[in-house]
């Protein structure tokens, strides 16, 4: 059975990699340019590694003060109890190609206009291509009674909570304390039911498939469906927030027909967590201000682009105003035309995942040499996101859509949960990361 699985995956692995196929076309440039990129994490170091190949003569200059590589969706088998945190970690220097400088600092100022930029130590660097890759910053505390400190003690956690700049994955570690703990109460004290609450913000947010993920990991470890025997206690779970999920079809008939397993899940999609006291969460909709007892209660927190970023004139100046502002095509920016923006950070009007900085670094990568020679840009990003839902332990299906398809047309039906899916997520995917993804080899 396994081996069918793995066959399979294989082979679904294979049309994800390939993907659009202008990116085999792509050639490079031998002119002698200063490329600067902000941002060293998933987006700044497949660019980076492309680049370093496809523009052999540049100078390029890495901006980031990260040492250590996080693999971020692996905070969620984390947060299930089946990872550990020493798993995914990797040194940055293990994937910077020989003859990059890397400046370990933060930019605190962008100065396109004058091709410049200042860190936070004060030193000033002039470029004539810029790649910003600063990913995104949470905001807990404006969510009114909650700050970033509380997230993670007792009943609040976060499997969002990490922090790319020193390597922390608090998120994964402090969620599955957080799920044993639940387990727990309704283990000792099954007469009494717990009410567990689980919020989604109406800002953007990267993997679009975690709040799902998290409640029905939650329901199913509950069940006895995970590492933890069944449990006899009542449990209440509402999910709360404005998820583009459950208002778009047909995901929301896909992750209704998943609840028929979980009957004790409620969705209240037109409410937003406004505040939040130790035993309740004040929500605001068209109906007006609730408030909802909880025991326990996941955040999914409001987020934007990177604090230094979202302050800049790189930011979206009417709309998105948070994110930077490029065209949603081509990645380059709309006001800068030797600025281009790649994975969290950008405002366009898809999906924020890994995967789909697999495919924005093939057009970032092609529209970079094709502006170096002269010529117009050649690629387009199509919007492609995979967002993976695990379903339950050991299934899961995929948020799969572009620009212009709702749901992808994939080899496997992205929507039908299945062992396989759960199989590439877990098993895969991570390999791919470290190994193609981050070394610009896909
Ligand atoms: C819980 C969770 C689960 C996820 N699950 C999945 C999944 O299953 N599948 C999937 O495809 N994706 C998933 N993702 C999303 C995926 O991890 C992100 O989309 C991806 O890591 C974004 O990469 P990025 O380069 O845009 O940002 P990041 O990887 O966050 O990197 C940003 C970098 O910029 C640096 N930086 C920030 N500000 C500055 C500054 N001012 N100057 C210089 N450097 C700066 C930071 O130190 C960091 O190194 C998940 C994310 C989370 C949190």
């Known amino acids: 059975m396994a081996t069918i699985h793995r066959r399979k995956a294989l082979k679904l692995l294979a049309s994800l990699a390939l993907g659009s196929a202008s990116w085999a076309q792509v050639q490079s440039s031998p002119k002698r340019v200063h490329i600067a990129i902000v941002g060293g994490g998933a987006g700044g170091i497949a660019i980076l590694s492309k680049l370093s190949r496809m523009a052999p003569n540049a100078k390029i200059t890495l901006i980031t003060p990260n040492e250590i590589q996080i693999y971020q969706p692996g905070q969620l088998f984390m947060a299930a109890g089946l990872a550990r945190g020493s798993e995914m970690r990797k040194p940055t220097r293990d994937f910077l190609p020989p003859g990059i400088q890397w400046i370990r600092a933060k930019v605190a100022e962008f100065d396109p206009k004058h091709n410049r930029l200042l860190t936070d130590e004060g030193k000033e660097l002039f470029y004539d291509l810029l790649v910003v890759a600063v990913g995104t910053s949470y905001h807990y505390q404006r969510i009114e009674g909650l700050s970033r400190e509380l997230v993670g003690r007792g009943s609040i956690a976060s499997v969002y909570l990490n922090d790319p700049e020193s390597g922390g994955l608090q998120g994964g570690t402090t969620t599955w304390k957080w799920l044993t703990a639940i387990h727990q109460r309704l283990t000792s004290n099954p007469s009494k039911p717990v009410r567990l609450l689980l919020t989604h913000p109406s800002t953007p947010i990267k993997c679009i498939g975690a709040p799902w993920s998290i409640l029905y990991l939650a329901s199913h470890l509950f069940q006895g469906g995970g590492p933890l025997p069944k449990t006899k206690g009542k449990i209440e779970v509402t999910h709360i927030g404005p998820s583009p999920l459950w208002q778009r079809s047909p995901y929301r008939q896909a992750l209704e027909a998943v609840q028929e397993k979980y009957p004790n899940i409620e969705v209240l999609p037109d409410y937003e967590l406004i505040a939040l006291t130790p035993e309740r969460a004040i929500v605001a909709g068209q109906g007006g201000e609730r408030e909802l007892p909880y025991d326990f209660i996941h955040i999914t927190p409001p987020m934007s682009g990177a604090n230094e970023l979202r302050h800049s004139p790189l930011a979206g100046e009417r709309e998105a105003k948070e994110w930077m502002e490029v065209d949603p095509k081509t990645l380059q920016h709309r006001r800068y035309p030797n600025i281009f923006g790649i994975g969290d950070v950008v405002a366009t009007p898809g999906g924020k995942s890994a995967w789909t900085i697999l495919y924005q670094s093939r ?68 390999p791919i990361y470290w190994n193609f993804l981050l070394r610009g080899l896909i």
């Open 363 to 430: 057009v970032v990568a092609a529209n970079i040499v094709a502006q170096m020679e002269g010529r117009p840009l050649p690629a387009q990003f199509d919007g492609t996101t995979l967002s993976p839902i695990k379903t339950g332990y050991s299934q899961a299906m995929v948020a799969a859509f572009d620009y212009e398809d709702p749901v992808k047309e994939l080899p496997l039906d992205p929507l039908k949960p299945s062992r396989i899916w759960w199989w590439l997520d877990r098993y895969l995917a991570k």
